[in-house]
């Protein structure tokens, strides 16, 4: 079978389609025939090799994917060939036309929702929902900004948080993400790129500031975020790829909390909590990933090329 295979940590050139031997399960395990292939964006921080997580060399990358169940390994009672899952994680990397996995890393896919945009729900989706509502613990009436909302974790958290009864104030760099970010829910949308964005943001809420803001770029905006939270705010730090200096001040005087948080540390109760919300959100409609580019498999250099550029609409997913 075809994989992209890494040999040496570089730039996007050192993404490489090649033939591999096919995978075979083992007990508990199921071969998954991957249909789309989500890009994160750490995905490309891993590639460089000045990630924190450096798998050994080499290897296939990718978590996120969804396809049909190709071959099921002994004692495996969830899934049977031929069935739709997406993947949470793969043992083998999901940048390829199979991918090894553990029988409880598969999620059924419900038939309203595409290959490519089962491929956009485990890292984007999941680390949403843990961000608004196992750090957060936002809840309906609560005001929230969404800052970098045009992209994979932006969107997901626009629809959640505009489900579950919030009063949403997206961002994004782009016209076109603006208006998408107001298609997917958002009340108002804001230009991240503005420098009077946030005394805009704060206006939006009659000066009272943000119950919640989710951080995409924690290493830009953290500093200013604190000074539009409301009392008791939380700044939920999603991405940042460089220090800052903050003001501790401001976070006093709102009482007023910086969370962390990374996907990674979710447990198998948090886990089964964000599949249970996903599959409730598929099936009402609320949750609806919205993929902007789908790129051949072989071009995968072009994708880790385009997930760090500006003007994110969505998704980008590989096809084999
Ligand atoms: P993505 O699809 O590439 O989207 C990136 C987003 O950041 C876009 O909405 C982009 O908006 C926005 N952005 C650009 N400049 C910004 C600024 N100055 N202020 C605020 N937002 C800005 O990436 P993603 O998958 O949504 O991931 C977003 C971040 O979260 C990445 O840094 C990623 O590594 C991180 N992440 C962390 C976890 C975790 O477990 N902690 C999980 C998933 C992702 P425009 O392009 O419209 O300017």
């Known amino acids: 079978m075809k994989a992209i295979r890494v040999h040496e940590f570089g730039g996007p050139e050192v993404l490489h389609l090649e033939e591999v031997p096919e995978p075979q399960p083992s007990a508990g395990q199921v071969i998954v025939r991957i249909a789309a292939a989500g890009v994160n964006p750490v995905e490309t921080y891993i590639r460089s090799g000045t990630y924190a997580l450096k798998p050994p060399l080499p290897y296939t990358p990718g978590s996120d994917g969804a396809g049909t169940v190709a071959a099921v390994g002994q004692g495996v009672t969830r899934f049977a060939v031929g069935d739709r899952v997406y993947l949470a994680g793969s043992l083998s990397g999901t940048y390829a036309e199979r991918a090894l996995c553990e029988e ?65 104030t997206g961002t994004a760099g782009t016209d076109r993400g603006r208006e998408l970010v107001l298609a997917e ?19 939006l809420t009659g000066g009272r500031g943000y119950d919640v803001i989710v951080e995409m770029l924690a290493n830009v905006n953290l500093a200013r975020d604190l000074t539009i939270l409301a009392r008791d705010g939380r700044v939920v730090v999603i991405g940042s790829r460089a220090p800052i200096e903050i003001n501790p001040r401001d976070a006093m005087m709102r009482d007023a909390s910086i969370l962390g948080m990374t996907l990674r540390n979710a447990t198998p109760a948090d886990l089964a909590a964000i599949y249970a919300a996903l599959a409730a959100g598929l099936e009402n409609g609320t949750l609806r ?6 790129i051949p498999l072989a071009e995968a250099p072009r994708a880790h090329t385009a997930v760090m550029e500006p003007g994110a609409y969505g998704k980008i997913v590989l096809v084999p």
């Open 104 to 168: 409880g890393s598969l999620v059924p896919l419900p038939a309203n929702t595409s290959f490519a945009q089962g491929a956009a729900l485990y890292v984007p989706y999941g680390t949403a929902y843990q961000a608004l509502f196992r750090r957060a613990k936002a809840h309906s009436g609560e005001t929230l900004l969404v800052h970098g909302a045009s992209g994979g974790v932006g969107i997901a958290a626009v629809q959640m948080a505009r489900a579950a009864g919030l009063r949403v």
């Open 185 to 203: 829910g958002a009340h108002d949308a804001l230009d991240h790129s503005a420098a009077d964005h946030f005394e805009k943001a704060l206006a």
């Open 289 to 294: 990933p919205v993929i902007g580019q789908q």
